[in-house]
């Protein structure tokens, strides 16, 4: 709480600078501009490789969007700096411009992280058909389709579009009548109005140097490292740390600026739970699949009964309406500027209707022909009800900042795993899991996107055209770095680099919608339900125990993913956050200002190294030596 009131005053403070601009705000097509587009560009391609190394790997992705608009700053302040020593005047920097740069960039690489390429998507592949077990009753031969660059994109482009359009109507009531917080939002529009200041201008220069400065150093590591990793096994990534035998159980450090950048911008007890799950071990897939199905079922039922109960409470207060004109005269000068400037450049109620209806019927028509397995009356059913399952996202992730969207999606695919039938149910899960998680996530992000803009004063139909410009990029980005690393790499190993965790864990749960239980190995039903029981006690226990005790029990969740990937990474991403505590117990006014940019750095200097160690891969050019432990 002390967190949220210190960011409301931040931007109160910062909106000053801004309404006294009011009268001088650029006009919405002028907040979208070239050098804007170019940034957005660039930065969304480092993001999509970042992220897509993620999902490949481990599977969990921290929240990049305050580092996206780090970013941007940078981007553009190095571009007006650049053509000012060519003598070329420029456009000043405003922080509308900044807001639409970050809000293109995060929904372009928005895409590889919901694209299910580490999940659904990849599911569907031969590889994974055959870890499941191809004797595995419900594991349906011929329930496979290799991945491949055009139907992946055309798959995204006709299923990505519906959510931008989903909730535009309503856009009024989540963000100006319920008033929702959506922290990740609030957070951004803070760091943007602080930028734009005078005071902020100093602020941002400190930043960016240190942003500068750990970027070059975790790129030239990455590069340092390469040389010596020659071989299988071979390399910093697999040095043992902790012994030969802790490193066999894969409890080791591997030296990597990317998780532990992450893990400086996860929470500590995100990383502790982490290092608690590496600590265990049992039926892997099938306990993973419990601990995320508990912990999923209880956040999902308790986000619902919470938006349900915040929604009765506040028709009751009040009668709300969409009507796009009306402001409380009696509010704050400063929020009723900010409210004009949001409903200012409406989007009229018939072109969202008109839209998302016209991009239903291009997805009911075109997904069947991908998928003969996913019936068109499954999808014509999934869109008439995607929105109040968007609007019910979109409320819980403005109230606790949790985009529950990958839920929804668990859901539908074990419905749709059932009624699809045996033959059928394996694919028509998967998909049909991609086709609601997709809709419900973009919407809750452009509405994330908008409370950024409505505290940055920016005009929601630039952002919205942001958002849809961001999002046609990263329908073509996304595919394009899967397909970078799909190529240059051995993805889908389970003992090598990219494992794909998630890929295995929902084909696992298609088979399960399909068979039901008897589907499980033995003994694996009993160790399913008491871990599935586990993950909700710890949440029970974490929601209405003692506050001194609540806060040091383990998510769930998080505790799943070592079950599969192994425990080097969460050694990095506790190594980030010893980083962090540390620092703010040494220096806490600069380490809150300098966390976020030096995590960016780690994160965007590793990630970057991995387009030449790509293109080096394609080229067959190995490196030239092989730094391995054996015992003596």
């Known amino acids: 709480m002390e967190t949220e009131n210190f960011e409301r005053e931040n931007v109160e403070q910062n909106g000053v600078g801004g309404s006294v601009e009011m009268n001088r705000l650029p006009p919405w097509k002028e907040q979208i501009t070239f050098r804007g587009l170019v940034s957005s560009v660039i930065i969304g391609i480092i993001y999509s490789v970042i992220v897509q190394k993620l999902n490949l790997t481990t599977g969990l992705i921290p929240n990049l969007n305050v580092s996206a608009a780090l970013l941007a700053f940078v981007f553009v302040q190095t571009w007006t700096k650049l053509i000012a020593k060519a003598g070329i005047v420029s456009k000043p920097f405003t922080r509308q411009e900044n807001t639409v740069i970050q809000t293109c960039a995060v929904a372009c690489y928005s895409i590889a992280v919901g694209g299910g390429f580490g999940s659904f998507l990849l599911g569907l592949n031969r590889r994974t058909y055959e870890l499941a077990g191809v004797d595995t009753e419900g594991n349906t031969p011929g329930s496979t389709k290799e991945p491949g660059l055009v139907w992946m994109t055309g798959f995204l482009f006709v299923t990505s579009f519906v959510g931008l359009l989903a909730l535009v109507p309503l856009r009024k009531i989540m963000i100006i009548d319920y008033k929702l917080p959506y922290p990740s939002g609030t957070a951004t529009a803070v760091l943007i109005n602080g930028f734009h200041t005078p005071k902020g201008d100093k602020m941002a220069k400190k930043q960016v140097h240190g942003f500068m400065k750990y970027f070059s150093f975790s790129f030239l590591w990455a590069g340092f490292q390469w040389f010596y990793a020659g071989g299988e096994q071979c390399g910093f990534v697999q040095f043992p740390t902790f012994g030969l035998k802790a490193w066999k159980n894969t409890f080791y450090f591997d030296f990597s600026m990317t998780y532990i950048g992450a893990g400086m911008i996860c929470s500590h007890l995100v990383n502790l739970s982490l290092l608690l799950g590496a600590s265990v071990n049992g039926y892997k897939v099938f306990v993973s699949i419990a601990l995320i199905l508990g912990d999923g079922l209880y956040n999902f039922l308790k986000i619902l009964y919470f938006t349900g109960s915040s929604i009765h409470t506040k028709l009751n207060k009040k009668d709300l309406t969409t009507d796009e004109v009306s402001i409380d005269p009696n509010l704050p000068l400063d929020e009723r500027r900010r409210n004009e400037v949001f409903i200012r450049d409406k989007i009229p109620i018939w072109v969202a209707c008109v839209g998302y209806i016209l991009f239903s019927i291009i997805s009911i028509i075109v997904i069947p022909m991908m998928f003969p397995q996913l019936k068109w009356y499954y999808i014509v059913v999934a869109y008439m009800i995607a929105p109040s399952l968007s609007f019910c996202n979109a409320y819980g992730a403005g109230l606790t900042d949790m985009n529950m969207a990958y839920n929804y999606g668990k859901v539908a695919l074990f419905v749709l795993a059932a009624v699809a039938g045996k033959h059928d149910g394996v694919v028509a899960g998967l998909v049909g899991c991609g086709l609601i998680k997709s809709i419900v996530s973009i919407s809750s992000d452009l509405m994330h996107g908008l409370k950024t803009g409505h505290l940055t004063f920016t005009s929601p139909r630039s952002m919205i055209v942001s958002q849809a410009i961001g999002t046609a990029i990263g329908c073509v980005v996304a595919p394009l770095t899967f397909f970078l690393f799909y190529k240059a790499f051995d993805v889908g190993n389970p003992n090598g680099e990219y494992k794909v965790p998630y ?130």
């Open 503 to 632: 890929a295995i864990i929902y084909r696992n749960m298609a088979i399960l919608g399909v068979q039901g239980f008897s589907a499980l190995p033995q003994h694996c039903l009993h160790l399913c339900y008491a871990f599935f029981s586990f993950a909700i006690a710890t949440n029970l226990l974490r929601d209405l125990g003692p506050e001194k005790m609540s806060k040091y029990v383990p998510l769930p969740m998080a505790m799943a993913v070592p079950f599969l990937v192994g425990a080097y990474f969460a050694i990095d991403m506790c190594m980030g956050s010893l980083i962090v505590f540390a620092w703010h117990k040494l220096k806490h006014n600069k380490a809150s200002l300098m966390v976020p940019a030096v995590a960016s750095g780690l994160i965007c200097g590793d990630g970057l190294w991995i387009l030449p160690s790509s293109i080096l891969a394609l080229a067959k050019v190995r490196p030239p030596i092989c730094m391995n432990f054996l015992a003596s």
